[in-house]
């Protein structure tokens, strides 16, 4: 079964610098691969899906990730973080087993002035 | 709009007494489902619907019923909630399936169980 792990419970960058947010998952398949975004008191959003037509995949609000297959991984990064960005963030796999959606912890962005 | 709706958004509620969540969405999806928020642990998924009177158990089923009756609602009961179901809990739909990931989901509901 699929798996999923995010890297770093909580991250803070200050407004302006570069976001990385890491994301690793277990399988060799490439399946579908999403980052979901959680502002406060609000429910999850998509802000990107990777389905194997590009590599790197462009969501909202200027985030991107990249799909590297020989590491496992599916980090999102934005260039220049903006306070609005101050948020959970999900990694989530999709697994062809059980056909569900396999969502990591969470990785908590706080953004200082 | 398209939305999900779920209520009560907040509640208090004791040990033993039956509560229900309700969740609602306009957008004619046949997927829906419930998850749980707890720190540490992510979303994990409770139950899930393909479609009208078709419902499973996601991961962590105890303690929880549903039903689909509609194709827009989907109710989360808690016949006799206990304190370990004190979370935060999310209804969602899709169009396309749980493993596409593109769900929609409700503002969530805050549960405590004392």
């Known amino acids: 079964a699929q798996s999923v792990t995010q890297l770093g419970s909580h991250v803070s960058v200050s407004e302006g610098a570069l976001v990385l947010l890491r994301c690793n998952y277990s399988?060799?398949?490439?399946?579908?691969l999403f980052w979901y975004v959680q502002y406060p008191n609000q429910g999850l959003q998509l802000l990107l899906k990777?389905?194997?037509?590009?590599?790197l995949v462009k969501g909202i609000n200027g985030f991107e990730a990249e799909f590297k297959k020989s590491e496992t991984s599916f980090h999102l990064t934005k260039p220049s973080a903006h306070m609005s960005d101050a948020a959970e963030y999900f990694c989530?796999?999709?697994?062809?087993?059980?056909?569900?959606?396999?969502f990591g912890t969470g990785t908590r962005l706080q953004v200082f002035p | 709009e398209a939305q999900v709706t779920q209520n009560p958004r907040y509640l208090i509620t004791v040990t033993g007494k039956k509560l229900t969540v309700t969740c609602s969405q306009n957008?004619?999806?046949?997927?829906m489902s419930w998850y749980r928020q707890d720190p540490g642990l992510g979303l994990r998924q409770i139950y899930y619907?393909?479609?009208?009177?078709?419902?499973d158990k996601g991961d962590v089923p105890e303690g929880y019923k549903v039903s689909r009756k509609e194709k827009r609602n989907f109710p989360l009961i808690l016949e006799s909630p206990s304190p370990n179901q004190t979370s935060l809990y999310f209804c969602?739909?899709?169009?396309?399936?749980?493993?596409?990931?593109?769900?929609?989901f409700g503002e969530g509901s805050r549960l405590t169980v004392l």
């Open positions: 619907s393909m479609n009208v009177e078709v419902t």
């Open positions: 989530a796999v999709s697994d062809s087993d059980t056909d569900k959606l396999i």
């Open positions: 399988s060799s398949v490439p399946p579908y």
């Open positions: 969602a739909s899709s169009m396309t399936g749980f493993r596409t990931g593109e769900l929609f």
């Open positions: 990777y389905t194997s037509a590009a590599t």
């Open positions: 957008m004619n999806h046949e997927y």
